[in-house]
């Protein structure tokens, strides 16, 4: 059985930049596909990032130019790079693998089998 087991996400201030890690146990790295999600309290849980077939990159709006996606295959990690963080992005950040996610739900929770228990990230000055 898949797990999925995220880090990093602590309380910083605006402007600071912060890496979260993703890691997976239980089954093989290679073919799945990746995304990162958020939900602020009182929120729907909101697309932020994905890493589709290896290479292709997706983001929020929101986030874009900010946030890095990567992944170490190695490692069996998968990395999310916050620089210039904002008050709003203040949130539980959770990890997904999918294997065969098409690409209309890409920034869809249904394209994901497998999450992780999430990891606060707070952003306050």
């Known amino acids: 059985q898949a797990q999925l087991e995220e880090s990093g996400g602590r309380l910083v201030q605006p402007g600071e930049s912060l890496r979260l890690a993703c890691a997976l146990s239980g089954r093989a790295f290679s073919g799945l596909n990746w995304a990162w999600f958020r939900q602020a309290p009182g929120k729907e849980r909101e697309f932020v990032a994905a890493?589709?077939?290896?290479?292709?990159?997706y983001y929020a709006d929101s986030v874009k130019g900010r946030f890095t996606v990567s992944k170490n295959d190695a490692a069996s990690t998968v990395y999310l790079q916050m620089n210039s963080i904002k008050p709003e992005d203040t949130a539980v950040y959770y990890c997904s693998a999918g294997a065969g996610t098409i690409l209309s739900s890409v920034r869809r929770p249904v394209g994901y089998n497998y999450w992780g228990q999430g990891t606060q990230v707070t952003v306050s000055s």
């Open positions: 890493l589709w077939r290896r290479t292709n990159t």
